[in-house]
């Protein structure tokens, strides 16, 4: 049976991490599990954790100004979900649901926030690789925005997208 500093190193978000480090988020983390439908996370919500997907995958939604829901992205088996745990005000951007079964590993924000207080070279290691996150998330709402605005608007074609 693996243990869940072993699950923590092998996530692909903490590959190459010292061990350390590993040993640091470890103490800030737990398994978790959703069933389908299940709610992470609402937007406007406290935001003090973020999630290592194991297994299955989770809907980032956001509503849409004409109402409705709009999924942003899905997030998968070896993605991290969550950075706002991160930046102040600490309130999540999106709402996340699963999409079928999910295990994950979540981590306390809360905890890491303090542990990073006080090693700022974590910290830093960690900020690095999250902004890598909200540079992926950030290009993938701007292809769904393109592919949504082009489809309302005649004549247009995303094909060059």
Known sequence: MENLRSIVAEHPFCKELE????????G?????????GQRLFREGGEANKFFLIR???VSLETV???GGKITVETVSEGEVLGWAWLVPPYRWHFT????GPVRAIAMDGTCLRTK????????????????DIVGQRLEATRFRLLDLYSAE???SSSEFF
């Open 64 to 66: 849409a100004p004409q």
């Open 96 to 99: 996340a649901s699963a999409a």
């Open 28 to 36: 800030c983390a737990s398994n978790v599990r959703f069933e389908a």
């Open 19 to 26: 061990p350390a480090y590993v040993d640091l988020l470890t």
């Open 55 to 57: 297994e299955g995958a």
């Open 153 to 155: 608007v005649p004549g």
């Open 116 to 131: 990073c207080q006080k090693n700022h070279d974590l910290g830093y290691e960690l900020l690095r690789r999250t902004i």
